[in-house]
C-alpha cells in the first residue's frame, strides 16, 4: 500500500483495531497504540513524533485505502451499476464499521489543524475527480439524465456514499436491500 512502511501499517492497524473496540481516540494513551500494534512504545516513536500524528496518519491512510479502491473500480468497471454494487459490497462487508463511522465524520468535520485540513482537500479532490468518473460512466449508461448537472450528481453521489457508510451501523444490506438502494441512485438522477 503506497508509501507506507510494514511497521507504519502495523501502527495503523493497530489504531483501527482500538477503534473498532470503541476506544475514544482523544483519551487513548500511545501506549495503548503501542500494545494494540504488537510493537514497544520506543518503536512507535521512531516512525511518529506524537500521538496526534499517529491519528492523523491512521485517518490517511484509511482513506487512501478507500479512494484508491473506488477509484480502481470506476476505471475497472464498464457499467455504472456493477460501479455501485462493488462499492455496496465492499462497504457492508467491511469489518471495520466503527473506523469507517469515524473517517466519514472526519470528512465531514475535518479538525481546523493544518495537517488535516491538508489531507481532506486533497482526498476530497481525489473523490471529486472519481465521481466526476462515476458521473460519466453514468451518464454514458443512460442511468445519469443530461439535464442533471455535475454538481447536482456530486451532491446526489455525496449522500449517497455518507448513507451508505452510515447504514453499515445498522448491519450488512442484504441483496434486496442493496437492490432498493441502487433503485433510488437512478431516481435521483433521472430528473
Known amino acids: 500500500m503506497g508509501t507506507y ?54 485517518l490517511s491512510y484509511l482513506y487512501l485505502q478507500e479512494i484508491e479502491f473506488f477509484e480502481h473500480i470506476i476505471q475497472e468497471q ?27 465524520v472526519f470528512i465531514a468535520y475535518p479538525p481546523k489543524a493544518s495537517i488535516h485540513q491538508q489531507l481532506s482537500e486533497l482526498y ?27 454538481e447536482y450528481c456530486l451532491f446526489v453521489i455525496r449522500a449517497a456514499s455518507f448513507n451508505l457508510i452510515s447504514s453499515q451501523l445498522c448491519g450488512s444490506p442484504d441483496a434486496q436491500q442493496q437492490e432498493h438502494f441502487i433503485k433510488l441512485f437512478h431516481n435521483a438522477f433521472m430528473a
Open 124 to 150: 476530497y479532490t481525489r473523490f471529486i475527480h472519481a465521481a466526476m468518473a462515476l458521473t460519466a460512466l453514468g451518464r454514458q449508461d443512460g442511468v445519469i439524465a443530461e439535464t442533471c448537472t455535475d
Open 5 to 58: 512502511t510494514k511497521k507504519e501499517q502495523q501502527i495503523f492497524q493497530g489504531v483501527l483495531q482500538l477503534i473498532q473496540q470503541g476506544v475514544d481516540l482523544h483519551t487513548v494513551k500511545v501506549q495503548d497504540i503501542a500494545t494494540a500494534a504488537g510493537i514497544g512504545k520506543g518503536t512507535l516513536y521512531e516512525y511518529f513524533s506524537s500521538k496526534e500524528e499517529i491519528i492523523t496518519k491512521t
Open 78 to 104: 464498464k457499467h455504472f451499476d456493477d460501479v455501485i454494487r462493488l462499492v455496496i459490497e465492499h462497504v457492508a462487508h467491511s469489518p471495520l464499521p466503527a473506523a469507517r463511522t469515524f473517517h466519514a
